[in-house]
């Protein structure tokens, strides 16, 4: 190999390592400047959202003023004060008034202290209004003939029909 070669390869070289050197450097900067767009698009989105809140903040307050101002105009409402609560029911009982002609009775809700339970009211069928056959509400009693053939199942008319008739 001539010196001449030995240059010419020795400058190929050096000329690699120089782009090399300059790519590496345009890499990082790439990266730095795309941190920063990142970095910027969060603060932005944070800014934003702040800002939101502020605008439901400041809409708030101002119907909450708006309100207030109906209030003293149209409705003249106050906050309750301490003689406006009762110490006891019998203070409740004094504002009650008696019940006036025609007025339902009271609904009443008490424990069954003996433990009987009332009597069961019977069922009324909603087409014939007739109290419905028990026969029919206890499986044990109302016997029904059903006979299986060829995989269906075929249920005596006259079962039912005569004991719902009763």
């Known amino acids: 190999m001539t010196a001449q070669t030995r240059a010419r390869r020795l400058g190929w070289l050096m000329m690699l390592a120089l782009c090399t050197a300059v790519y590496l450097l345009l890499h990082l900067k790439v ?9 910027a698009e969060r603060q932005i989105v944070r800014l934003q959202q702040e800002n939101d809140l502020l605008e439901t ?19 003249g409402y106050t906050a309750p004060g301490a003689g406006q609560f009762l110490d006891n029911e019998r203070q409740l009982a004094r504002f009650g008034t008696a019940r006036g002609p025609g007025a339902p009775p009271p609904i009443r809700v008490a424990q069954n202290v003996t433990g009987a339970a009332p009597a069961f009211p019977k069922l009324v069928s909603p087409l014939t209004g007739k109290p419905v056959n028990e026969a029919l509400l206890e499986p044990g009693r109302a016997e029904l003939s059903a006979r299986s053939t060829g995989g269906t199942t075929r249920i005596a008319l006259g079962a039912v029909l005569g004991s719902a008739e009763q």
């Open 57 to 75: 903040e400041f809409e708030t307050r101002a119907n909450l003023l708006q309100l207030s101002a109906w209030n003293q105009v149209d409705f």
């Open 31 to 39: 990266h730095a400047v795309k941190s920063d767009v990142v970095r």
